[in-house]
T-cell receptor, first 118, second 114 residues
Framework: NAGVTQTPKFQVLKTGQSMTLQCAQD?????MSWYRQDPGMGLRLIHY???????DQGEVPNGYNVSRSTTEDFPLRLLSAAPSQTSVYFC?????????????????FGPGTRLLVL | QKEVEQDPGPLSVPEGAIVSLNCTYS??????FMWYRQYSRKGPELLMY????GNKEDGRFTAQVDKSSKYISLFIRDSQPSDSATYLC??????????????FGTGTRLTIIP
């Protein structure tokens, strides 16, 4: 298994440009999510999905769109890039289902995409 | 005020020392508590998780949760240079779907000096 893969690894954008960050997993996980990591802010949830066709907003969704047409893929779209979106973006996946008490499924993170918006 | 507070460090200790990393939180609904390790330019990887209060030990690592004080700790015994990384605490409340909406601390950067 490749686990969680992300492309590209690095990207430089100009303000106003759009782009899509790709995320794929081969573990048949239902749950996928996108985080951004900024110095002093930790990891913040942007959007998440509990299954194909189902997405919801996280803590910092503005300026980002997502869709989930397949179990494997969960792309993140920047509609009109702004310097405030300069960050490291991580995709994560895990099995999602009704939990028994005390059971917590591991979230597997991808290697990240470093984005610089000029 | 952030829901989860974590001292960013950096923290430097000599090899072989016991390391103590801590987080405090304000949301009493949190029931799942995790520690992630993140090496430079890599994604976080789950190190320890604990449900509700108590201790959990795995090799050189011990996780403690004190829900009454809203305080969690990670102890690393016999620290090694390979333990040098950023350690992030994370927590979540119980929900129907389980593990969405993890709330992370900012991370503590740890360096073990040989």
């Amino acid at each position: 298994n490749a686990g969680v893969t992300q492309t590209p690894k690095f990207q430089v954008l100009k303000t106003g440009q759009s782009m899509t960050l790709q995320c794929a997993q081969d573990m048949n996980h239902e749950y996928m999510s996108w985080y951004r990591q900024d110095p002093g802010m930790g990891l913040r949830l942007i959007h998440y999905s509990v299954g194909a066709g189902i997405t919801d907003q996280g803590e910092v969704p503005n300026g980002y769109n997502v869709s989930r047409s397949t179990t494997e893929d969960f792309p993140l779209r920047l509609l009109s890039a702004a310097p405030s979106q300069t960050s490291v973006y991580f995709c994560a996946s895990s099995y999602s289902g009704r939990l028994n008490e005390g059971y917590q499924e591991t979230q597997y993170f991808g290697p990240g995409t470093r984005l610089l918006v000029l | 005020q952030k829901e989860v507070e974590q001292d960013p460090g950096p923290l430097s200790v000599p090899e072989g020392a016991i390391v103590s990393l801590n987080c405090t939180y304000s949301n009493s609904a949190f029931q799942y508590f995790m520690w992630y390790r993140q090496y430079s330019r890599k994604g976080p990887e789950l190190l320890m998780y604990t449900y509700s209060s108590g201790n959990k030990e795995d090799g050189r690592f011990t996780a403690q949760v004190d829900k009454s004080s809203k305080y969690i700790s990670l102890f690393i015994r016999d620290s090694q240079p390979s333990d040098s990384a950023t350690y992030l605490c994370a927590m979540s409340a119980r929900s129907n779907f389980g593990n969405e909406k993890l709330t992370f601390g900012t991370g503590t950067r740890l360096t073990i000096i040989p």
